[in-house]
């Protein structure tokens, strides 16, 4: 039964005919068309005539973004979920008020909104080769494999199974390995620089990294295996406790999706099994527990300044100096947390210091860091 639900999945049915959550066909189970971003979260922000500004859906308004999902997932599954985040996060102080949501279902709801994201962008072809015998898509072939996890995921949920991941070493007795399939951080933002909005969603199907931030809680999550919590967790340790500005938690969402892209090629491969003690599907990555998949030799300093820019605003060439040097608003030069400059006086303090650059369109304070985290391993 479930190993069928497996292959199911990797056969990624067409959207419109079949929910992009369960599976099930709309010729036999209701459905209807659904905001991909929940109504309460549009309406928390005023999000509903304001443009998207993620790669896929560049000009499109978020009110428009929608999909057909039956309704058992969207009133039932997944309802239940929403009903139970949606005071959480708009109370006001969402950090604080989520304390008693696990990681977990933290990540089948961002999951879920990315997936859909993903789906929907899967589905329209590519207006510049609509001309071809066979048009492209927005997300291009090569890379919707890749994306199939997070389907993988949501279909597990959906149909009330779990969904776990275990290294490659560890099939024997999965039930004692077995882990949670991805990476999630929490941080709690700084709300004070009202230059700022105070919602941002941020995705890349390649690496599946997803960073959402409302008010004063920030999530980034990569749908990775466990992978980045397991070898990366350490370098982004500095930051605990501290509130993040904006512009910073853009910088470590770009930072740690960079991350996935120095991978060993085994890692971003898994084959799936059906167990059935656990009532689970799990992930076996093509990686041992005990290998640190992330290999200094695919570090390339233009890419991560690329993505670091992009996330930020910047330009690559304020991120990566002529001199090789990086350029941060994470830390300072001994690796500790560096709080962002807001105020006058902050400001002031930072001009006032010479290790300290402040310009950029923002007027973000930045530092050159001699050793990226990425070398360092300090940050
Ligand atoms: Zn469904």
Redesign the pocket.
């Known amino acids: 039964m479930s190993l069928r639900m497996i292959r199911d999945v990797l056969k990624a049915r067409e959207v419109l005919t079949h ?1 992009s ?2 599976g ?1 066909a709309f010729a036999r189970f209701p459905s209807d068309e659904e905001h991909i971003f929940p109504r309460w979260l549009q309406h928390h922000h005023e999000l509903w005539n304001r443009k998207l500004n993620i790669p896929n859906f560049l000009g499109k308004r978020y009110k428009t973004v929608k999909i057909t ?2 309704q ?2 969207n009133g039932t599954t997944f309802g239940a979920l929403e009903t139970r985040l949606a005071p959480l996060l708009t109370n006001g102080d969402p950090f604080t008020s989520i304390v008693t949501v696990c990681d977990a279902e933290l990540a089948v709801w961002l999951g879920k909104i990315f997936w859909l994201l993903i789906r929907k962008s899967h589905s329209v072809i590519d207006y510049r080769t609509r001309g071809l015998p066979k048009p492209g898509r927005i997300i291009p072939d090569e890379l919707f494999p890749g994306t199939l996890y997070l389907g993988m995921m949501q279909r597990a949920f ?1 149909t009330g199974k779990g969904f776990e991941s275990c290294f490659n070493n560890d099939l024997l007795i999965p039930e004692l390995f077995c882990g949670a399939p991805f990476s999630l951080y929490r941080f709690r933002i700084d709300t004070r620089d009202n230059r700022f909005e105070a919602f941002d969603f941020m995705d890349n199907p390649a690496t599946l990294g997803v960073a959402f931030r409302s008010d004063n809680l920030g999530i980034i999550c990569i749908f990775d295996g466990g992978l980045h919590r397991r070898f990366r967790q350490h370098w982004y340790e500095f930051l605990a406790g501290h509130a993040l500005h904006p512009l910073q938690f853009a910088e470590v969402a770009a930072r740690i999706i960079y991350d996935q892209t120095v991978l060993h090629e085994d890692a971003t491969r898994v084959t799936y099994y059906w167990n059935k003690a656990l009532n689970a599907i799990v992930s076996q990555m093509h990686t041992p527990r005990y290998f640190n998949p992330y290999l200094e030799v695919h570090h390339d300093p233009k890419r991560q300044a690329d993505l670091i820019a992009r996330f930020t605003f910047n330009d690559p060439s304020w991120i990566l100096r002529p001199d090789g040097s990086m350029v941060t608003c994470l830390h300072d030069l001994n690796g500790d947390f560096l709080r962002f400059a807001v105020t006058d006086e902050e400001l002031a303090a930072a001009r006032a210091d010479p290790n300290q650059i402040v310009f950029g369109p923002m007027n973000s304070d930045w530092r050159v860091s001699e050793h990226g985290p990425s070398s360092s391993g300090s940050a």
Do not use: N
């Open positions: 929910c959550l369960c099930r999902i039956c058992r997932c959906a």
